[in-house]
Structure formats: structure tokens, C-alpha cells
């Protein structure tokens, strides 16, 4: 198992993780905030955080060894230190944004209606609602319009006669927006789940349960009264089924489609993990459809957004642009075929692995080490790809990752017998024919290419090549099947074969296909 994987299961404690998170100003504003309190510098919720802030993995067995706190006591002691880092946070300048104002308005609003200074709070309510308004954020102006409904039938102003009215149809407006916003967002959802949980579409039956459950819960809408949340969860939700579906022109149009909504800077700092997001699917389906001029413009745009600081940074988002970036600069060296210049980012990669891992999902980690892999099988340092291939493969820690597992071990063969490991590919085949065995999506691309690479053991030397061009000629009729092609978005087989019917290494097979496709 991984380096990451276990020290993961060590820290895995929320309040642990929290501590971890908190930047140098963010751990000055607790001190500070907690000395505003008054008698609460020595107070044991203090010294837990102080004690917890220095120590390098949760032990719960050290932390009461300590004095600080009884086994008793240390649950509530936690969930108060929470509580009190939260409120900290949320006293943060760099935490003010506009849904956090426009909540804090409301709050200040509420307190005021409850004192009975109706006035001072339908003041208050007006101007968080042309906030809210303003900044897209319909459901929190709802709920500011609803309040607003409550005092109006106790404090009637008598300056519009039509108050009422006016309050009723911005609230069915709302509404109206909240409903089509909710509806889109589930769908988007739950077509990525779906995505995640089953993998493509591959046979005829899932295309027409997943093209009718598409149809079946888009609701109905204006696209000219849309919004900008809204219309960005319909693309969303559109880029999700044709991901599913394997239309990946269609997810270059969708993905265009998310990224220009954000045509201004305004949006970019209100939403920046909604234009992350928008930004790496762009990049994704430009690598998908093998677009390398866009690719290159869209990741140095990217780079150059991120060098001049115009996508707000913070702990959430800084995380996100190390992951899309630097998949998308490994995706870079592989479409261009020039792996071993991509060789510098594994370090990188590795210390922010190394810096995140608190944070940081173990699905994405075994997808960079994939990304690795490839990059070294590229290079042809196959012992260094068998190397990261195994952190997958002895990775007890992925859900959702089946073809990630599936095409780690066909790669893990093809690195072996590459190697020269011939004395081993007989127990990796028989283990990964084992494990794929226990897929129930099993591809013909994949059972194809099994078969062919045991039998490569009983073949003379001298019949090498034309066993490659046999086994090349099987696999490629599936290379632009609906259902099978998606075993070459993992792994180019193909690729690697005419590498060997060739004679080449395989970046100049790549090298050579991009020519051709730029011609």
C-alpha cells in the first residue's frame, strides 16, 4: 500500500484536518481572536489546538497522555475547538465573499425584525436582496423575499400599494429560477454519479437507459430566461450525458459552452471553483477529441491566469489547480509524444501529493500515478511504470475506479514483458485475468488483447513482428467503436503496437500521428 494511503488512515480525523488546513494568517487570526475572548488563552480548547497544530499524525492515545484532557472529556473538548476555529474562519477578511456578506446581512436583518425595528430591517433585507440579485444568488434571495413577505404583514410601510404584489411575483420568479436551477444540478449530478459508479456506456441497452433518463428529467425552460447558474448547470448536465455516451465533440461544445459563461472577471471571482471546473472539462474534452492546437492555447491561457493571480486562491481552490494543472501538462507531453520532457513534473507532483494529503481524495492520487506510469512507459522506463502502476494495483482504497484498476495491470503486463520479465509475465497474466475476470464489464478490446499477450510466450522470436501485426489488426476494428473505443482512452495499445511492428520507440509513433492529423 502507499505512502499516502496510510498516513491518510491515520489523519483522517476531522478536527485533525482542519488544524492541517489553516494557512500562517489564518492560525494568527485564531490566536488573536481566541485573546479577544478574555480568560480563554489557557482555557483546554486552546492548548488542544496548539498541541494538535504541532503534532505530525492524530493519536488519540498521545493527546490524552498529554494532562490536557480526559478520555471522558476529549469528544465535547473537539467538538468545541470545532466550533470555535469555524467562527474564527468565518471573522476572516479572506473568507468574506459575497454569499458570506449577503448571509450576514440577512442575519443582521432577522436579529433587527426580531426586536421589532421593522423598518431597520426591511432596509437592511432591500439591500442583501439587490446583493443577492446582483450576484446570481436566487435561492438566498428567496428566502430574503420570504422575510420580507413576514414583516410586511406586520409593519405595512403604506408608501406602495402595491408592495404586496410585487413581493408575490419576485417570489414566483424566484421560485421558478430555484426549481429549474434544482432540477438541472440533480440531473448533472446524478449522470456523474452514474459516470462514476458504471464507467461509459457499453453496450446498446445502457445508451437507451441513459439517453431516456437524460430526456425523461430535463425540465422545460426558456433559454433566454435563464441565468447564469442556471444555464451553466444545463450545460453541465449536457457535457455529463455525452461524456457517458462517448460523444466527445459533443463534450467539446459543452465544455466551450461552461467556460464561456465566464466572460467577464466578475463571475471568475464569484464563482472560481465553477470556472475551475469549467475550465478542466475544456481542457479534457480538447484532449478527448485530440485538439492539439486548442489545448496548448486553452492550458497556456490557464497558466498565464494562475501566474497573474485572476482566479481568487484559497485552500480550496489551490488545491483544484494543482490537479487540473498538472494532469493537463502530463496530458500535454502525451498528445505531443514528447514524454521525457514531461519528466521534471514528477517531483512536482509528488511534494504537492505529498502537501495535500490531508485533503486530498485517493482517486485522484492513483489517477496521477497512472498518468506517471504512462509518462514513463513513454519514455520506455518500464521499471519505473511498473514502480507507480503497483501503488495502484496495491491500493485497497478506490470505489470508483474500475477501468483505472483494469487498465493499471494490462499496462503492469505490457511494462513486464517490455522488461524483458519473462519469467514473471506468466503469474501478472494469470493475476490480472483473475481480477478482470471479476469485472461484469469486461471489454472485447480487453479480452482480445489478453489472449494475444499470453500466447506471445509460445511464439519463435523470428515471428514476433507478425504476431504483433495479427494482434494490431484484431484490435483495430474497435479503434472508433461506440462501445469499445474507450479502452484507448487509457491506453494506447494501438500505439504501442505499431511500435513494435515498426521498430520505433512510441513517442515517435505518437509524434508521427500528430503530423499526419495536423496535415
Given at each position: ?41 489557557d482555557a483546554k480548547f486552546f492548548s488542544l489546538f496548539k498541541f494538535l497544530e504541532k503534532l505530525k499524525a492524530y493519536d488519540e492515545k ?215 471546473k469549467s475550465k478542466n472539462y475544456f481542457l479534457e474534452a480538447s484532449f478527448l477529441v485530440k485538439n492539439l492546437t486548442v489545448f496548448t ?223
Amino acid at each position: 500500500m502507499s505512502k499516502y494511503v496510510t498516513s491518510a488512515n491515520q489523519q483522517n480525523d476531522a478536527l485533525f484536518v482542519l488544524i492541517k488546513s489553516l494557512t500562517k494568517s489564518e492560525k494568527r487570526q485564531f490566536n488573536l481572536y481566541v485573546g479577544r475572548l478574555g480568560g480563554n488563552v489557557d482555557a483546554k480548547f486552546f492548548s488542544l489546538f496548539k498541541f494538535l497544530e504541532k503534532l505530525k499524525a492524530y493519536d488519540e492515545k498521545v493527546i490524552i497522555g498529554t494532562g490536557i484532557v480526559s478520555k471522558q472529556q476529549l469528544s465535547n473538548l473537539k467538538a468545541h475547538l470545532y466550533k470555535q476555529i469555524l467562527i474564527s474562519l468565518r471573522l476572516n477578511p479572506a473568507h468574506k465573499n459575497v454569499r458570506i456578506q449577503i448571509r450576514e446581512q440577512l442575519d443582521f436583518a432577522t436579529v433587527l425584525y426580531q426586536k421589532g425595528l421593522y423598518k431597520q430591517s426591511l432596509k437592511l433585507l432591500d439591500k442583501a436582496k439587490n446583493m443577492a440579485l446582483e450576484n446570481e444568488e436566487k435561492n438566498i434571495a428567496y428566502e430574503i423575499v420570504e422575510l420580507e413577505k413576514v414583516i410586511e404583514t406586520q409593519y405595512i410601510t403604506r408608501s406602495l400599494s402595491n408592495r404586496a404584489d410585487q413581493l408575490s411575483i419576485q417570489a414566483k420568479k424566484l421560485s421558478q429560477h430555484n426549481v429549474i436551477a434544482s432540477k438541472l444540478s440533480n440531473l448533472s449530478l446524478q449522470l456523474y454519479s452514474h459516470l462514476l459508479q458504471n464507467g461509459y456506456v457499453k453496450n446498446e441497452d445502457e445508451l437507451q437507459f441513459v439517453n431516456t433518463y437524460f430526456s425523461d428529467r430535463m425540465p422545460k425552460y426558456n433559454y433566454t430566461e435563464l441565468g447564469f447558474r442556471e444555464r451553466l448547470w444545463l450545460n453541465k448536465a449536457h457535457l455529463w450525458h455525452s461524456f457517458l455516451v462517448q460523444d466527445f465533440l459533443l463534450s467539446y461544445k459543452y465544455a466551450k459552452k461552461c467556460v464561456d459563461l465566464f466572460d467577464n472577471s466578475k463571475l471568475i471571482n464569484l464563482h472560481p471553483v465553477f470556472y475551475l471546473k469549467s475550465k478542466n472539462y475544456f481542457l479534457e474534452a480538447s484532449f478527448l477529441v485530440k485538439n492539439l492546437t486548442v489545448f496548448t492555447q486553452e492550458l497556456t491561457h490557464f497558466e498565464k491566469e494562475i501566474d497573474q493571480k485572476l482566479i481568487p486562491m484559497n485552500t480550496n481552490t489551490e488545491l483544484l489547480i494543482f490537479l487540473y494543472l498538472y494532469s493537463n501538462k502530463l496530458h500535454l507531453h502525451f498528445l505531443k509524444g514528447n514524454f521525457e520532457k514531461g519528466e521534471y513534473l514528477v517531483g512536482i507532483i509528488n511534494d504537492k501529493i505529498d502537501k495535500f494529503k490531508n485533503r486530498l481524495d485517493n482517486h485522484y492520487v492513483v489517477l496521477l500515478y497512472y498518468k506517471i506510469a504512462c509518462l514513463y512507459f513513454g519514455m520506455g522506463k518500464n521499471k519505473l511504470c511498473i514502480a507507480y502502476l503497483q501503488k495502484i494495483i496495491r491500493s485497497k482504497n478506490i470505489s470508483a475506479a474500475e477501468d483505472l484498476q483494469c487498465f493499471a495491470r494490462i499496462l503492469n503486463l505490457i511494462a513486464h514483458y517490455e522488461c524483458g520479465l519473462d519469467y514473471d509475465l506468466e503469474r501478472q497474466f494469470v493475476e490480472t485475468y483473475k481480477y478482470l475476470l471479476k469485472m461484469e464489464n469486461l471489454q472485447e478490446v480487453q479480452k482480445v488483447f489478453l489472449t494475444s499477450i499470453k500466447d506471445l510466450n509460445d511464439v519463435f522470436p523470428h515471428e514476433i513482428k507478425n504476431e504483433f501485426k495479427k494482434i494490431h489488426a484484431k484490435l483495430k476494428v474497435f479503434e472508433n467503436h461506440p462501445y469499445e473505443k474507450r479502452a484507448f482512452l487509457y491506453l494506447d495499445i494501438l500505439s504501442w503496437l505499431e511500435s513494435k511492428i515498426q521498430n520505433k520507440p512510441i513517442a515517435e509513433i505518437i509524434k508521427e500521428k500528430n503530423r499526419l492529423r495536423i496535415k
